[in-house]
């Protein structure tokens, strides 16, 4: 069936260090992809989408790329805040129903 | 303010209750939904709805009911509530279809003993 696999967490880094978090999906049509972003006590936040193969969704210097070849849409920053620090999902839309990985906690120290 | 409102923000309730979930949004979006978030398991979906008048079941249904009257509300529903619905609950809303941005609710806090 369909499902999103994103990588374990937490990812703990250092302020400005460079930021990759894996997401893979499996899908019998053609998905949209997404990423949202949940801090504390909150609920979830678009932070980008991309919805046909190759495109690239960007936002707030996060980047993801719909790779099909590989059925992946990893998310990457170049340089993390301590502001970033909250819990990403990875999603795909598909069919009238959306698909949200496990989210992986992001911890960007000082 | 434009967006989404659940209530209530927290509930505990005891096993065997009945309770509905409110969720009222104001940007006339066609389509809502309505989620769980469990730890380690990220959001997994309950119902949806495309449109006033319409429901779909999603991938964990069993044990709640939603109806939705009009655009604006889709209120969630525990028949008979058990300790395993102990969760926080998400409404979300789109403007169509799912390759629309969702928009999310703050969540209630539900704790059946």
């Known amino acids: 069936g369909d499902s999103v696999t994103q990588m374990e967490g937490p990812v703990t880094l250092s302020e400005e260090a460079f930021l990759t978090i894996n997401c893979t999906y499996t899908?019998?049509?053609?998905?949209?992809l997404f990423w949202y972003v949940q801090y504390p006590g909150e609920g979830l936040q678009l932070l980008l989408k991309?919805?046909?193969?190759?495109d690239k969704g960007s936002n707030k210097g996060f980047e993801a790329t719909y790779r099909k070849e590989t059925t992946s849409f990893h998310l990457e920053k170049g340089s993390v805040q301590v502001s970033d620090s909250a819990v990403y999902f990875c999603?795909?839309?598909?069919?009238?129903?959306?698909?949200f990985g496990s989210g992986t906690k992001l911890n960007v120290k000082p | 303010i434009a967006g989404i409102t659940q209530a209530p923000t927290s509930q505990i309730l005891a096993a065997g209750r009945r309770m509905t979930l409110r969720c009222t949004q104001d940007?006339?979006?066609?389509?809502m939904y309505w989620y769980r978030q469990d730890l380690g398991l990220g959001l997994r979906l309950i119902h949806y709805?495309?449109?006033?008048?319409?429901?779909g079941k999603g991938e964990v249904p069993d044990g709640y009911s939603v109806s939705r009257a009009n655009t604006d509300d889709f209120p969630l529903t525990l028949a008979s509530a058990v300790p395993s619905q102990t969760s926080v609950y998400f409404c979300?809303?789109?403007?169509?279809?799912?390759?629309?941005?969702?928009?999310f609710g703050p969540g209630t806090r539900l704790t059946v003993l």
């Open positions: 979300a809303s789109s403007d169509s279809a799912v390759t629309d941005t969702q928009y």
């Open positions: 709805s495309n449109t006033a008048g319409t429901t």
């Open positions: 899908a019998t049509g053609y998905p949209s």
């Open positions: 999603a795909l839309g598909l069919a009238n129903k959306f698909y």
């Open positions: 991309a919805t046909k193969a190759d």
């Open positions: 940007m006339r979006h066609n389509a």
